[in-house]
């Protein structure tokens, strides 16, 4: 790995420090892990503390009303932590049909399910933190009360939503009564903020204060829940103050493969991180060209990816409803069965689905007593189902619309059930020791951001920030393969030749935002941030 190489355009280069590092879209977040870091937090503080502040610093890719997912590499052991809601007790695939729905609609109250991010943050610092929750949330709450310049990416981003929402449901005083705490809290000057413009939310600084005294249990037991159930009822939802009474999350074990002579690890299903690992069993038995921007590997990666990503949409659900074994699609044998259908000379279509992109918050920690924790959290679309109870300035997640109204899927929407999940923290081994977490956000687009991640890595030996640098391409369906411009024209005219359908596409936003922090055998922490988004590594 070479340090000083950078093949692909970008402002950046790697960053190194010792003693801790955070990694991250926003660098006010970015600043708040490491703030807390020096006040003697671990990694898993420093998470906490860039997780809760990323909801207040970029709203319209998480919030209070989000899910997280984690794997934290905490005295020499790594641990899951799923932290996915459930869909509440009062709803079912068939009274979403019985409304007129062939699929679960992305916004409204169909969608919610119960935010598990502040069980999920309260857990983490329970059994592994040193510093108190009211500590590690202090500067989220510090930056809802005083506010902050909304960075570039961000205004973008919040701008997008409130045409999208004024298109669809009008301005504050025609858009449905669910619909209108987000122009309360979100756009209160009139207008969704602009890059640079300040903004704050002290209904978010006083949610975020009871949750940091409660140790979460007033977002699901107390004041906050209250508001929840009583604006749920008001406005004709289904979210119940029992939903969220019942609501706990999970540590889990991750599940992994091994890849070029590295562990690679993922959350196992209700996520889909399995997608990752499948793809990367089959990829491992076909031919990769020389260099990177090569026929063969692209088309070994993409076909790889198609074919793992239709078993992911078939068999991943809540572990309760799976009629797949984990250990069977990560199994050698089966990896070997699916290896057979990729053609070396054409693209296939293996009739998935339509893989789409979403809003998350990717971040990643390292402190200097050897834990790292790969951290990620999201209500899904751009501001969730844009259902937000303006006295708490909780915007309610819609992961919901993942689900299946088809009862023979293993996926269907059920009373108190966990849907397939499309948020995956990843993290990297040898020989039993951490080398470091990674991630790409960004819906559909995370387990083929990390599978080209990890191949740029592992591969073809690129440094961190190289790796996220390259050019990014995402299957959408069929022989759909949308690409950056940066990609060289012979190798998109020759994929076309195979039958690959190539989209050359501008808009950088579709190709995920990813972070990645490394620690070689020194104890030097190497890390890299996203160029595609406001990110910055912040390290001391």
């Known amino acids: 790995m070479d340090h000083t190489k950078y093949t692909y355009p970008s402002r950046r280069s790697v960053t190194f420090a010792r003693n801790g590092m955070v990694a991250t879209s926003v660098p006010l977040a970015a600043h708040a892990g490491t703030e807390i870091l020096r006040k003697g937090g671990n990694a898993a503080d420093a998470a906490v503390a860039t997780a809760a502040a990323l909801t207040v610093l970029e709203p319209p890719s998480n919030s209070l009303g989000s899910d997280c997912f984690a794997l934290l590499w905490m005295n ?28 679960v609609p992305f916004r409204g109250w169909i969608p919610v399910m119960v935010p598990g991010a502040p069980a999920g943050w ?12 009211p500590e590690v949330l202090a500067p989220a709450i510090r930056y809802a009360r005083e506010g902050y310049p909304v960075p570039v990416t961000t205004a973008d981003l919040w701008q997008r939503t409130e045409q999208a929402l004024r298109a669809a449901h009008g301005g504050p005083e025609s858009c449905p009564p669910e619909f209108r705490g987000w122009y309360q809290v979100f756009a209160p000057s009139g207008h969704a903020p602009r890059a640079g413009e300040l903004w704050r939310s002290e209904a978010m600084a006083r949610t975020l204060e009871r949750i940091a005294a409660s140790g979460a249990a007033d977002f699901y037991q107390g004041e906050t829940a209250r508001k929840l159930d009583a604006f749920s009822r008001a406005t004709g939802g ?108 054409s693209a296939c279509d293996p009739a998935p689905g339509d893989p789409y992109c979403g809003d998350t918050v990717y971040l990643c920690t390292a402190d200097g007593e050897g834990n790292m924790v790969s951290f990620i959290q999201s209500h899904y679309k751009d501001f969730g189902s844009w259902v937000v109870e303006p006295e708490t300035g909780v915007e309610l997640q819609n992961r919901g619309a993942n689900f299946s109204l088809d009862p023979a899927s293993p996926n269907c929407l059920a009373p ?53 640098d390259a050019p990014r391409w995402q299957w959408t369906g069929g022989k759909v393969i949308q690409m950056e411009p940066g990609v060289p024209q012979p190798l998109v005219d020759a994929l076309r030749a195979m039958g690959h359908e190539i989209e050359v596409v501008s808009d950088v936003t579709l190709m995920g935002r990813g972070e990645i922090i490394l620690r070689d055998e020194q104890g030097v922490l190497c890390g890299a941030s996203e160029p595609r988004c406001d990110g910055t590594v912040s390290c001391f």
Request: aromatic residues 8%.
């Open 122 to 133: 309260a857990e983490v610092i329970r059994k592994f933190g040193k510093l108190t929750l």
């Open 416 to 468: 108190g059930k966990k849907a397939y999940h499309t948020i995956i923290p990843g993290f990297l081994c040898r020989d039993g020791k951490a080398l470091g977490p990674f991630g790409v956000m960004g819906g559909f687009m995370q387990p083929q951001g990390h599978l080209q991640v990890l191949v740029n890595l592992l591969d073809y030996h690129m440094n961190p920030q190289q790796a996220l």
């Open 238 to 345: 289904w979210l119940r103050a029992e939903d969220l009474a019942d609501y706990r999350p999970a540590w889990v074990d991750p599940i992994h493969t091994e890849y070029r002579g590295c562990d690679v690890y993922e959350m196992p299903p209700n996520g889909h991180g399995i997608t990752v690992l499948m793809a990367l069993n089959i990829l491992k038995g076909l031919t990769l060209g020389a260099e990177k921007e090569s026929v063969e590997t692209y088309h070994s990666m993409i076909e790889s990816l198609k074919l793992a990503y239709a078993d992911a949409k078939a068999f991943v659900a809540d572990p309760a409803a799976m009629t797949a074994r984990v250990e069977t699609l990560l199994s050698p044998e089966y990896a070997a069965r699916r290896r057979a259908v990729v053609r070396p000379d």
């Open 76 to 103: 020499g052991k790594l641990h899951g932590l799923n932290a996915s809601g459930r869909a509440p007790r009062t709803l079912d695939a068939q009274t979403v049909r019985d409304l007129g729905h062939q699929q």
